[in-house]
């Protein structure tokens, strides 16, 4: 019961909300523009964090190699000066870090699809910014249009 009562309180206002962006399309535009304007910068936000996130993925990806490059050298001593105990721990952590290396490859070419996804994401929301700055005009023509249908209407109502 106490569901019901509250999901009908919200249905009148939202049902009422909506007769009010509708008498006022000014007012919806405004809503639409800060909607836009909140997306916009919610993307930018997410952008920002998938670079970081991309910067930091690189650091890895470098000292990753910096430690291959090491080993790879540790590896080939240990293998002239025979001691081929070391050599194979040597070439085994090789292969850990040749894992690592390609797990954090793959995570920073994700990071890069989902970077040019997010770069679409803005772009569309940019267009249909722009496409929205001359909907005032139009909105407001179509509300004085219908205000003359109406009073038309009236004023053929009350002659007949």
Do not use: C
Request: glycine share 2%.
């Amino acid at each position: 019961m106490n569901e019901n009562w509250a999901k009908e309180i919200e249905k009148g206002l939202e049902q009422r909300f909506n007769q009010f962006l509708r008498a006022k399309p000014y007012q919806d535009f405004l809503l639409k523009k800060q909607e836009h304007q909140d997306e916009y910068n919610s993307l930018i936000q997410q952008r920002k964090y998938l670079q970081e996130e991309a910067e930091e993925e690189r650091q890895k990806l470098m000292a990753i190699v910096k430690k291959l490059r090491s080993w790879q050298s540790r590896s080939s001593r240990a293998k002239q000066a025979g001691a081929e105990d070391l050599a194979k721990r040597a070439d085994e952590y090789l292969t850990k870090l040749m894992i690592e290396g390609r797990q954090s490859w793959a995570r920073l070419d994700q990071l890069g699809k989902s970077f040019r996804n997010m770069e679409r994401k803005i772009s569309e929301v940019l267009t249909e910014s722009t496409q929205r700055q001359a909907d005032p005009d139009q909105k407001w023509t179509e509300f004085e249009t219908q205000e003359l249908l109406d009073k038309l209407k009236r004023n053929h109502q009350s002659q007949t």
